[in-house]
């Protein structure tokens, strides 16, 4: 009996100490990749977005529709009018990149999700961003919503966090981050925040409910960026569980998700996103993260 309890412990301890060796990214040459260009908004915050007399899509989105239902096709052409200013952005930056196109994967083991992007570095462009992180060229964040508390997350992505009273929107003050309308971690109404930074090549794990948080969520296991040559690889391995402001990951769900790069040292908004889409764990979505 005593023998069995023993031989029992040391089986747990053992499977516990191989699951997190195993903790490894599966063979990304085998998982299928998405595309997903982002593109440069402008100054497209949710009051300008809802406002029907300034976007053509504010009243299909009151029907329901998403951003990508109208966008998808299209926003490499979206993107180019706003970074050159023809439409929604006062502070045009000479040669900024219009849009980012980006693969993205994803796979689980049961314990951990492994998410990652690749991109081709666009050139830089002549000017500086009127905000920049000089010490971090490039970081790539992503946000996941356990579905659809906040309200339009189910519809727009991260921008259900974009506003226009938010730091570097034009006029705004420099303390106020990103938000939710009625964020609040208690009540689940909130964005699961992670990104990575160049400079310090280092992964951050925060939310977005009432304000931005960039620390102190216990799911980030690591985040790793590669530069090869021009080309740039990111990533992330999260456990599916998760404390406060993490989203709990399950098999068989989906999850609203949406990301961004700042690249060429820019800060603030002068980013380039993605629509919102869906990550679905063994289950449907834009981008799907199987068991390996
Ligand atoms: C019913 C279709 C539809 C939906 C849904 C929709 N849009 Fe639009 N959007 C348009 C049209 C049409 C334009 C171009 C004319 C205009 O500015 O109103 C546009 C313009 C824009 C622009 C300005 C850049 C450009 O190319 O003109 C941005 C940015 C934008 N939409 C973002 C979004 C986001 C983000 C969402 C979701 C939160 C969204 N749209 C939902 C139809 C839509």
Redesign the pocket.
Known sequence: MKKTMIAGAMGALFALGTGSALAAAPDWGQVEATDISLFY??V?PMEW?QKGTE???AR??KKG???A???SEETP??GQ??ATGE??EPTPIPGKAAFIPVKVQAAHDGENLYLRFSWKQPDASGGPAPVADDANPVKIAFMLEAGGKVDLAD??GC?ATCHTDSRTMPDADDAKTKYVKGGSLADGKFYDLYQWRSGENKGYDGYVADKRVMEGGSALVSAEGKQDGNQWSVVFTRKLAGGEGDVSLESGQSYNFGFAIHDDKSAGRFHHVS?GYKLGIDADGDVKAAKQ
Do not use: F, Y
Request: proline content about 4%; some cysteine.
């Open positions: 908004p402008g497209s977005i976007h053509g899509g299909a989105l529709e998403t951003c239902d109208c966008h052409d979206m009018r706003m439409k929604i519809q727009s921008w629509l």
